[in-house]
């Protein structure tokens, strides 16, 4: 009886302990529950402690497998839920960074930047125009004077008589510096001098005296002046003299010569290439390079001619 009584006893304490074991660690993986005293079942009858075994091993495995499937339901269900939200939260950083490009944010894309490209290119012809129209507009500036250019001088014409710069005020003169012997420049030059002045004559009525200077006195004789200038326009006056006169007169004009290239008598004349208008009064109005072709030349002495009469 006795040993029924704690077999119950022992039944019974081994049952609430195990509850209160899968109670506590419900929440939480824990190790299971502590078996059941065994000094105490030792100490009792061989058959009574086999028949308090046998239950307390089965409410031991039953206890065991309470456990084993409530704690593992919840550390999968902590395990299922952590792992979902990981892959909410992966699949939202996904829809943020890897998804696809929607139609719409394409075409929002295209649109901006072909606005942005028409904005550059609209931009880039602005300024092209604006630096054309720059280089090309003609601006006024304040005025400091006359250039040092023209003073007088002594000379002889194609026809062998002295010539000084009185002989042509009241004119409008073009003169261009140069010398007979000159392979291509001067002619070229010289050619377009003359169209220049036939054409200033029919557009606007103004008659242009043309002048030739040599700039090689030794070889260019009053001789061979007239006949080189008569070649190109019958109007075209040819001024030489001697070296040191020649000499004066460029410097007055700020013209450069030298000679190059000398073998014998045989030699070219390097020079500037420069025509200079000047006024009723001698005075200097305006140089025009090589670079001025006939309409060039022709407009360009219009013009001054009308502004000077203002």
């Given at each position: 009886?006795?040993?029924?009584?704690?077999?119950?006893?022992?039944?019974?304490?081994?049952?609430?302990?195990?509850?209160?074991?899968?109670?506590?660690?419900?929440?939480?993986?824990?190790?299971?529950?502590?078996?059941?005293?065994?000094?105490?079942?030792?100490?009792?009858?061989?058959?009574?402690?086999?028949?308090?075994?046998?239950?307390?091993?089965?409410?031991?495995?039953?206890?065991?497998?309470?456990?084993?499937?409530?704690?593992?339901?919840?550390?999968?269900?902590?395990?299922?839920?952590?792992?979902?939200?990981?892959?909410?939260?992966?699949?939202?950083g996904k829809s943020v960074r890897g998804a696809?490009?929607?139609?719409?944010?394409?075409?929002?894309?295209?649109?901006?930047?072909?606005?942005?490209?028409?904005?550059?290119?609209?931009?880039?012809?602005?300024?092209?125009?604006?630096?054309?129209?720059?280089?090309?507009?003609?601006?006024?500036?304040?005025?400091?004077?006359?250039?040092?250019?023209?003073?007088?001088?002594?000379?002889?014409?194609?026809?062998?008589?002295?010539?000084?710069?009185?002989?042509?005020?009241?004119?409008?003169?073009?003169?261009?510096?140069?010398?007979?012997?000159?392979?291509?420049?001067?002619?070229?030059?010289?050619?377009?001098?003359?169209?220049?002045?036939?054409?200033?004559?029919?557009?606007?009525?103004?008659?242009?005296?043309?002048?030739?200077?040599?700039?090689?006195?030794?070889?260019?004789?009053?001789?061979?002046?007239?006949?080189?200038?008569?070649?190109?326009?019958?109007?075209?006056?040819?001024?030489?003299?001697?070296?040191?006169?020649?000499?004066?007169?460029?410097?007055?004009?700020?013209?450069?010569?030298?000679?190059?290239?000398?073998?014998?008598?045989?030699?070219?004349?390097?020079?500037?290439?420069?025509?200079?208008?000047?006024?009723?009064?001698?005075?200097?109005?305006?140089?025009?390079?090589?670079?001025?072709?006939?309409?060039?030349?022709?407009?360009?002495?219009?013009?001054?001619?009308?502004?000077?009469?203002?």
């Amino acid at each position: 009886m006795a040993s029924s009584v704690i077999s119950r006893d022992s039944f019974l304490r081994l049952v609430r302990r195990s509850l209160c074991t899968v109670s506590r660690h419900r929440p939480t993986r824990s190790p299971s529950p502590s078996p059941p005293d065994s000094s105490l079942l030792l100490h009792q009858n061989p058959i009574v402690f086999h028949r308090n075994l046998a239950p307390s091993a089965s409410i031991s495995l039953s206890s065991f497998r309470l456990f084993s499937s409530t704690v593992p339901e919840s550390v999968g269900e902590t395990g299922e839920k952590s792992s979902g939200e990981d892959g909410a939260q992966k699949d939202a950083g996904k829809s943020v960074r890897g998804a696809p490009v929607s139609w719409l944010s394409f075409l929002l894309l295209i649109t901006t930047g072909a606005g942005l490209i028409y904005y550059y290119e609209k931009e880039k012809k602005r300024h092209i125009e604006e630096i054309s129209n720059a280089s090309t507009a003609v601006k006024q500036g304040p005025s400091v004077g006359k250039a040092a250019i023209g003073g007088p001088f002594n000379l002889v014409n194609d026809e062998g008589k002295p010539v000084t710069e009185k002989d042509f005020l009241e004119k409008w003169t073009l003169i261009y510096f140069g010398f007979t012997h000159c392979p291509d420049i001067c002619p070229d030059e010289l050619i377009k001098l003359a169209a220049a002045i036939d054409k200033i004559k029919e557009q606007s009525g103004f008659e242009i005296v043309p002048v030739f200077i040599s700039v090689d006195p030794e070889r260019d004789t009053v001789e061979q002046v007239h006949d080189y200038v008569k070649e190109f326009h019958p109007s075209l006056i040819g001024l030489t003299g001697s070296a040191e006169e020649i000499k004066k007169v460029a410097r007055a004009y700020r013209v450069y010569y030298m000679k190059t290239e000398e073998e014998g008598s045989d030699y070219l004349v390097d020079h500037s290439i420069i025509m200079y208008l000047m006024g009723p009064d001698m005075e200097f109005v305006k140089f025009y390079g090589k670079n001025n072709d006939v309409d060039a030349l022709t407009e360009g002495v219009i013009k001054e001619i009308k502004q000077y009469k203002k």
